[in-house]
């Protein structure tokens, strides 16, 4: 994890991205931090639903996000994205998960901006689905500028 009080690169997708998008996004997020920072740290944010400030560049948000998707590559990593959300809980209400949510499902045939459609359908804040398969990326979806700023410093907590 980055050292206490780094912040980690957010890349924009736009609201029409695909699972597909994100994909893509996932490599030159990696690539970017391999470029910038000599390492791949196995977390990697997303801000859905924005537009890009260039879009002829790939580089991080300078803004922080009304959105995020957290993506998490490796299973240690998303118990400690796990033990963050959990400390958001008194402010944001239950972290939902994929499993016992039937309010919302992941598509892959939509576009991520769908999956916060089905959030904000069902009053949802933090939605997350997690995978056991070690090479299997977990997903975990925040919804709103409260969420984002309670997740950002809960996992500044639980990583000092």
């Known amino acids: 994890m980055?050292?206490?009080?780094?912040t980690l690169p957010v890349?924009?997708?736009?609201?029409?991205?695909?699972?597909?998008?994100?994909?893509d996004a996932i490599s030159g997020n990696?690539?970017?931090?391999?470029?910038v920072r000599g390492a791949i740290i196995p977390l990697l944010l997303f801000a859905p639903l924005t537009t890009?400030?260039?879009l002829d560049a790939w580089a991080p948000m300078r803004a922080t996000p009304e959105n995020l998707l957290v993506v998490s590559i490796a299973r240690k990593v998303d118990a400690m994205v796990l033990r963050?959300?959990?400390?958001?809980?008194?402010?944001?209400?239950?972290?939902?998960?994929?499993?016992?949510?039937?309010a919302v499902r992941l598509n892959l045939a939509l576009p991520l901006a769908?999956?916060?459609?089905?959030?904000?359908?069902?009053?949802i804040l933090v939605f997350t689905?997690?995978?056991?398969?070690?090479?299997?990326?977990?997903?975990?979806f925040l919804r709103g500028p409260a969420a984002v700023l309670a997740f950002?410093?809960?996992?500044?907590?639980v990583t000092s």
């Not at 890349?11 to 994909?23: K, T």
């Not at 769908?114 to 009053?123: E, F, I, L, R």
């Not at 689905?129 to 975990?140: M, R």
């Open 2 to 6: 980055p050292p206490n009080g780094e």
């Open 11 to 23: 890349f924009a997708l736009d609201a029409s991205g695909g699972w597909n998008d994100l994909r």
């Open 30 to 35: 990696a690539n970017y931090q391999v470029t």
């Open 52 to 54: 890009p400030d260039n």
């Open 84 to 102: 963050a959300l959990a400390q958001t809980e008194a402010e944001l209400g239950p972290v939902r998960h994929a499993a016992t949510c039937p």
């Open 114 to 123: 769908d999956v916060y459609t089905q959030m904000t359908a069902a009053g």
């Open 129 to 140: 689905n997690t995978q056991t398969n070690p090479d299997a990326p977990s997903f975990f």
């Open 152 to 157: 950002d410093r809960e996992l500044r907590h």
